[in-house]
């Protein structure tokens, strides 16, 4: 066996026990080897539970920026007997299982393949320490302790770190710092180099680290966001968290301290999308944020919502379903669900931000979609994106930016005697006037209503005016193809036959899949997919290639579907590629399924020539 050696290029994986204090160590250690110049993309993979269940923390370290999963793991930290197992099967072969060996254990729960570090880390809290909660969150300092010394880590770029959580609090700050070092200091006078390092390097340069709810709330505030309505739910709570934050930071009238936004924490699902509709009718920017369950729940106001032509904003952060489904666990499950919500013939406009840095811009994008179009928005974020920390460009803005506020009747063009048909395409975009309640006094007042109306807002049940209402909204979303984010393609170096369409969470391991196949000599096209509805140029992709593969983080092949459905395409043309065990997909995983797919497309090949 040789053991893996590597300098910042390694993966890393905690295991622990939920409820353990070992989140906020894990995070810092990641943090570190950032501060260090090495890019990091950590995933937290936890429990729907308080405290007891087997959580995990990996750390992709990789110096040329790869932020994807990769798959394996180099070096297992491993914290939780009711895992142990499973943990030490996944090391790679040559990798380092680091544990705690204060209780011995049989030899055939190791592996010969695989470099053991035993540390007594139960054993020398339990001397150290007099409180039993002192020895459980210590530890897991000690043992980013004895992993500095292991890794050749920088302690003063940790102990940085610690002095700036505990800044308020000396004791803690002390304590800590004296865990890590009896960690380090342990480390160095009884374990053995392994074959991994981090070295300092400058390759993080101006990039910024944030997680994915925060960017989209702090995107909420610039778009113009002053209402949220929102319930509770696994994993998009702490983006309605966030936006209180930041509008106490931001939105308080300095001059009167009155707030400039109103958050309201509805009785659940149902009544939060009914507050948000009604706010949106009001004419102010307003938004919820939710998940799958969530979205089941919001059917009948996203309808009306629709057919009414309100403008309104849904942040659906999803996760794994049906019902309660997996709610710590990250898919990408909600498309048809959003695209088509709610009864009858409906289709939503679906913005597909990659990471957080497109959390933030589409967020923002969405208010002035939603007023332009009249109509929902949904922008479908997942859990991988939401609630994890990602390395992504820093955010721009430019604050000469207007809002578009699309199509709104003033009360001066009223008085003016300017028609006013609230359902009316005067233009052909199919999308209609509106006005603001109380422009006018006696003008540009209707019925705001779900039933079917004539132009003019008036309630008819007449096959004509039904089908005139129907084919507009058709009109307005087909309108709807330029206004959105346009899809992003890669050609390949070589001429490429096949073709691969992705998007959302899915981008950074995809990014390194391409990379890998193309070592391999195995060569395609790629065209991320950033939103729906799909512009043309969808369609000529598909066309242009013999296959098309279709990566995506559900059973069912949601976006798959979406595409034939919407071109009316071959489903022979498009191979879905499934990834939904509800951690997010690996490049490894992508690489290995179009690898054998494309090797099987060049047999068939040759053996046709060969009959030929």
Known sequence: ????????????????????????ANEMFAKS???????????????SNIQGLPTWYEVRVNEQGWLGRRGGVD????????????????????????????????????????????????????????????????????????????????????????????????????????????????????????????????????????????????????????????????????????????????????????????????????ASIGIVTGAGWNGARA??????????????????????????????VQRGGPSTGMPTRTQQSDILAAAYASHGDTKHVLLLPEDPCECFEFSAQAFDLADRLQTPIFVMTDLDIGMNQRLCAPFTWDDARDYDRGKVMSAEELEAGRDFGRYKDVDGDGIPYRTYPGTHPTKGSYFTRGTSRDPYARYSERGPDYIYNMERLLQKFDTAKALVPQPILRTARKKADFGAIYYGSTSPSMDEAIHVLETQDLHLDTLRVRAF?????????????????????????????????EFDLDPARIIAILHYDGTPITARFI????????????????ASEQVA
């Open 75 to 270: 070096l297992m930290v491993a914290m939780n007997p009711q895992t142990w197992d499973a943990d030490v099967k996944e090391i790679e072969t040559g990798g380092y299982l680091f544990y705690d060996n204060s209780k011995p254990l049989p030899k055939a729960r190791f592996r010969e393949d695989v470099t053991t570090i035993g540390m007594p880390l139960t054993e020398i809290c339990n001397a150290t320490y007099d409180d039993p909660r002192q020895r459980q969150l210590f530890k897991n300092i000690m043992y980013i302790g004895a992993l500095s010394h292991l890794l050749d880590m920088d302690p003063a770029v940790i102990e940085a770190l610690i002095a700036q959580q505990y800044k308020a609090k000396v004791k803690l700050l002390d304590a800590n710092k004296h865990a890590l070092h009896l960690g380090r200091d342990y480390a160095r006078e009884h374990l053995d180099s392994i074959g991994l390092r981090v070295q300092k390097a400058d390759n993080v340069g101006d990039k910024i680290f944030i997680d994915g709810n925060s960017a989209a709330a702090l995107g909420c505030v610039y778009g113009g966001a002053t209402v949220c309505a929102w319930y509770p739910i696994t994993p998009s709570s702490s983006l309605a968290e966030a936006f209180q934050s930041y509008c106490q930071k931001y939105r308080v009238d300095p001059e009167t301290g009155k707030n400039r936004y109103a958050i309201i924490q509805a009785e659940d699902e149902i």
């Open 287 to 316: 938004f919820t944020s939710t998940s799958g369950p969530g979205i089941s729940l919001m059917n009948e106001f996203i309808g009306l919502a629709y057919f009414a032509e309100i403008p309104i904003t849904i942040i659906d």
């Open 591 to 606: 690489a290995r399924a179009i690898a054998e797919h494309m090797r099987g497309a060049s047999v068939s090949a040759q």
């Open 533 to 565: 509805p799909f512009p043309e140029s969808v369609r000529q992709f598909v066309l242009s290639h013999e296959r098309v593969f279709l990566i995506e983080q559900n059973r069912d092949a949601q976006l798959r579907s979406l595409v034939i459905n």
């Open 33 to 47: 080897i950032l501060r260090m110049g090495v890019p990091v993309s950590p995933r937290n993979i936890f429990p």
């Open 1 to 24: 066996m040789t053991p893996i050696t590597a300098t910042n290029d390694f993966v890393i994986k905690f295991a622990n026990v939920n409820g353990s204090g070992s989140a906020s």
